[in-house]
């Protein structure tokens, strides 16, 4: 590959037409530049790449080898070329998202499906991770937008070079089966009125499933513990929301889960809210994404949907 590419071309031509004349013709250059460029090939490669006769030449067993590379090398970059005119002529975007997969299953995809149908032309490829991980990700210019929970900004970090959109507000909830909650201890609900020393002594030894400590959610709600000296013994740690739904559907403990995801588990009794006395505070999910590049139409045009769709924060 340190090769000029030139001379592949030239040494392509020349393996087609079988004679250096008649590709110095065809490329419009002449036939000592053809023969130049083919010499220069060979030392460089240092294999003989034609058999010379008065009548042409031929392609020696490595030159057909080379030939083989060389043809599909040329043609891909031809269909790449074919495929950004075309990209052009038809203005297609392509726009690069990351996100969580518990916010991709609940709150991106819902949204991506009405709007790629009204908006043919822009493509999207989705990079799943955490919030954080999305956010070094937009630092390195390696993805162009997040949809991320957004994290508190300090001090330090108001100037950070991170640009946030607010497109939806979340509350952390815990859940349990009344099955659990039940074999775990008798009055449940009397024992509820108990504020202060509900999940200090009713729950104690309880088992909470809980995101691990790298997600922002986990560390949202681990802040709010710690402001009330509440010390959960049991964790159950999972990497994604979903699992943690699964594991209180099927009584295995405590989840703490946003509660958009399990509104109709809430509704059909299949899970109930603990009542903590204090609330957790709402947090906000939304876009991130650099604040010193260009937003690009396409990018504008999906931010827009999204402030539509969801309404006001």
């Known amino acids: 590959m340190e090769q000029n590419l030139n001379l592949y071309q030239v040494f392509f031509e020349v393996a087609n037409c079988r004679n250096f004349s008649i590709a110095a013709k065809k490329m419009y250059i002449s036939q000592p530049a053809i023969s130049k460029a083919i010499a220069r090939l060979e030392?460089?490669?240092?294999?003989?790449?034609?058999?010379?006769?008065?009548?042409?030449v031929?392609?020696?067993?490595?030159?057909e080898l080379l030939y083989h590379y060389v043809?599909?090398?040329?043609?891909?970059?031809?269909?790449?070329?074919?495929?950004?005119?075309f990209s052009a002529s038809q203005k297609v975007s392509h726009l690069s998202i990351g996100v969580s997969a518990t916010l991709c299953k609940y709150i991106l995809l819902p949204v991506l499906k009405s709007f790629l149908e009204e908006n043919p032309n822009i493509k999207i490829s989705i990079f799943c991770q955490s919030t954080y991980d999305t956010l070094?990700?937009?630092?390195?210019?390696?993805?162009?937008?997040?949809?991320?929970?957004?994290?508190p900004l300090t001090d330090t970090e108001k100037n950070h070079p991170i640009t946030y959109l607010p497109l939806k507000r979340i509350e952390d909830i815990f859940v349990a089966t009344d099955s659990y909650l039940n074999s775990f201890q008798n009055g449940y609900r009397e024992k509820m009125q108990d504020k202060e020393n509900f999940l200090k002594g009713t729950l104690k030894g309880a088992s909470f499933i809980m995101l691990n400590s790298e997600n922002i959610s986990r560390r949202h709600v681990d802040s709010f513990l710690a402001e009330h000296q509440i010390a959960l013994e049991n964790v159950i740690e999972v990497n994604n929301m979903d699992l943690a739904i699964e594991f209180a559907r099927a009584g295995l403990g405590i989840a703490c889960v946003i509660s958009d995801f399990v509104d109709n588990d809430l509704k059909k009794g299949t899970l109930r809210e603990l009542k903590l006395g204090h609330k957790i505070p709402r947090r906000q999910i939304g876009f991130a994404y650099p604040s010193r590049r260009p937003v690009m139409e396409a990018m504008d045009g999906l931010m827009q949907y999204c402030r539509g769709y969801f309404g006001d924060v």
């Open 136 to 151: 070094a990700l937009l630092q390195e210019g390696t993805i162009d937008i997040g949809l991320v929970g957004i994290p």
């Open 71 to 85: 043809e599909q090398a040329l043609h891909t970059l031809k269909a790449g070329e074919e495929q950004l005119q």
């Open 58 to 63: 031929t392609l020696t067993r490595e030159g």
């Open 43 to 56: 030392e460089n490669l240092d294999t003989l790449l034609f058999h010379r006769c008065s009548k042409g």
